[in-house]
């Protein structure tokens, strides 16, 4: 049955929209005056199309949003109800009229005959590759609820692994806007200040106090030139970065980073061996599964390696061998990943080294930090105490004169 979105007027005045199941437009239009409410626009929903702004192609699920709806959808497949019951009740329940408006979309492509995979990548946008690849090999192994708990578990580890990466580096980000806004208030508005009053008495002042009038009028002259300067070199690299082989170059360079490129590389490592776990784990053939899960990767240079890896597999070498070869997990993760191949347990050694590469990360996350931290403390404790001893040490000599 296919699904309608709707703009109506309400009896009071005001209007709403939504989304209503129908045979046709007019039989959309009568059960919204059925309900007491005046149509003015009635269109079906079908994937890109935009009318008034009310676009489903604009709709996205979050992260959050599709780990809850997949839980949902593999709980209730589990428990043998029909794929379009089961979206249809996972659609009643949904609290967002963003998510209600993609599963009623799918719902709609269902019931018209349209596998599951095929009603979802007309949303590419919310469903991704990986997701939607996962889907298609449960279906045709009619393993759908193990697959869906699968993609589940897979999609709540992820989103648990993100929260707690942002959650503890939202302090020290946090403590660098404060701390440099403090710095920077101090020089262009407190020090002026006080420096007039010590330009009045004429008096000699210390170098250091020098020195930091001279800052604080560079800051005040140049400082809008300086932000305008920042803006354009961010367009200009951004700019720069168009070009495939600057940006490989950069994605290479940024992995060389100290501390910085090991928590990316660690990012990305246990984003490709857990989408590669989960996709293998579905039924999802190993070299399909290879192209997919590198497409994950977020830094160019690891994922033309991963791609590399992929085409190695294609051509008849063990998963293991082309991953050593490359030089892109840690050896622990490709023993397992070899000791899989072996038993025929590859899915479940990927996924065991995702869950280590994980804990691995989370370890780069605390000691990123517990370098940063301090380091930022006492970086910003030096620059408040050369501003203070700046400001005093005239008064101190002042008060030597005059005894």
Do not use: C
């Amino acid at each position: 049955m296919p699904a309608f979105q709707y703009t109506a007027a309400r009896a009071d005045g005001g209007s709403t929209r939504g989304l209503i199941e129908a045979d046709s437009p007019r039989q959309a239009r009568a059960e919204l005056r059925r309900q007491g409410l005046l149509p003015l626009d009635v269109a079906e929903v079908r994937a890109g199309a935009a009318r008034d702004g009310f676009a489903l192609r604009r709709d996205h699920l979050r992260g959050p949003e599709l780990a809850l709806l997949t839980r949902q959808l593999a709980v209730m497949v589990d428990s043998g109800l029909p794929l379009e019951e089961t979206l249809r009740s996972v659609a009643e329940q949904a609290e967002s009229p963003r998510q209600k408006r993609v599963l009623t979309a799918v719902r709609s492509r269902v019931l018209e005959g349209h596998s599951l995979n095929a009603a979802l990548a007309e949303h590419p946008r919310s469903f991704a590759e990986f997701y939607r690849a996962a889907v298609s090999a449960g279906e045709a192994a009619g393993r759908m609820g193990v697959v869906m708990d699968r993609l589940a578990d897979f999609l709540e580890q992820r989103q648990a692994l993100q929260q707690k990466v942002l959650l503890a580096l939202f302090y020290p980000a946090t403590l660098t806007v404060v701390s440099a806004a403090v710095v920077i208030g101090l020089l262009t508005y407190v020090v002026p200040e006080i420096v007039q009053v010590f330009d009045r008495m004429g008096q000699t002042l210390p170098w250091i106090t020098r020195a930091l009038i001279a800052v604080s009028g560079f800051l005040r002259t140049f400082g809008p030139l300086l932000l305008l300067a920042l803006a354009a070199l961010l367009i200009g690299t951004r700019l720069l970065l168009r070009v495939p082989a600057l940006r490989l170059r950069f994605a290479a360079g940024v992995l060389r980073v100290p501390l910085l490129g090991r928590l990316l590389r660690g990012l990305d490592e246990a984003r490709f061996t857990g989408t590669l776990g989960t996709l293998v784990s579905a039924g999802v053939n190993l070299v399909d599964a290879l192209r997919v899960a590198a497409r994950v990767v977020g830094n160019r240079h690891l994922r033309g390696g991963f791609e590399t890896a992929a085409e190695r597999v294609r051509e008849g070498a063990a998963l293991s061998q082309a991953l050593r070869r490359e030089r892109l997990l840690p050896a622990m993760s490709v023993r397992l990943i070899a000791s899989g191949e072996a038993g025929g347990e590859l899915g479940a050694m990927l996924e065991r080294a995702a869950t280590l590469q994980e804990r691995a990360l989370q370890n780069t996350v605390a000691v990123l930090l517990g370098v940063f931290e301090p380091a930022l403390i006492l970086t910003m404790g030096g620059a408040v105490l050369v501003i203070v001893l700046a400001i005093l040490m005239p008064i101190f000599e002042l008060n030597q004169l005059v005894k």
